[in-house]
């Protein structure tokens, strides 16, 4: 088995992402409320850019099914490890991988046959300066994954193939992607900002 890629490693179990589990503050949590969980309602989830899979986690924490889509080998590598010791720590992260399904493969393709009731899309970013960790982590995810070109054909396909919602990730100031329609609403956050496209009603 090949090495994580430049020492990136997802890590599931430590870290901030442990820290988020303990203290994110649940379905009240923006990326929660995007996506459609609260009382009584928890949909199926499709993440279509994995990525590190740090909001797959979290939502499948607040109790939802998600499906991960990474169509880059080494990150879909890289995840699998993150998913694997996760899975052998036990306990409550044994239970939360139970409920994270990884897929290889471009989200284009797959999800026509997903039957997503919400998607999430976080395509690659324009670059941040918040610390010196985000800029060495995301670079390492940007030299793996790539920019993303396609990101507007990507949000079109889930359009047409989620039953209720499609959520697009997007840093709060940056400008909508172009080519797509205007979002339903938006959900803000310090640095990040939620497009929600409503599709439907559960």
Request: net charge positive; glycine share 10%; proline share 4%.
């Amino acid at each position: 088995m090949k090495e994580p890629v430049g020492k990136l490693e997802v890590d599931f179990v430590s870290g901030a992402v442990a820290h988020r589990l303990r203290f994110g503050g649940g379905r009240g949590q923006a990326l929660a409320k995007a996506m459609g969980l609260r009382a009584g309602k928890t949909p199926f989830i499709v993440d279509a850019t994995a990525g590190l899979g740090r909001d797959s986690f979290l939502l499948a924490s607040l109790g939802a099914q998600v499906t991960l889509i990474e169509r880059s080998e080494q990150m879909h590598m890289l995840l699998r490890q993150g998913m694997e010791r996760a899975r052998h720590e036990g306990g409550e992260f044994g239970a939360i991988m139970g409920r994270m399904t990884l897929l290889r493969g471009d989200a284009k393709d797959l999800l026509p046959g997903l039957s997503a009731e919400a998607t999430l899309i976080d395509p690659m970013h324009p670059p941040r300066t918040n610390s010196a960790l985000v800029k060495r982590e995301l670079r390492q995810v940007r030299e793996i994954v790539g920019t993303d070109d396609d990101a507007a054909e990507l949000i079109r396909v889930a359009l047409q193939h989620t039953r209720y919602r499609v959520v697009l990730k997007w840093p709060a100031k940056a400008d909508p992607i172009a080519g797509i329609k205007i979002c339903s609403h938006r959900i803000l956050g310090k640095s990040i900002r939620y497009d929600v496209f409503m599709l439907g009603q559960v």
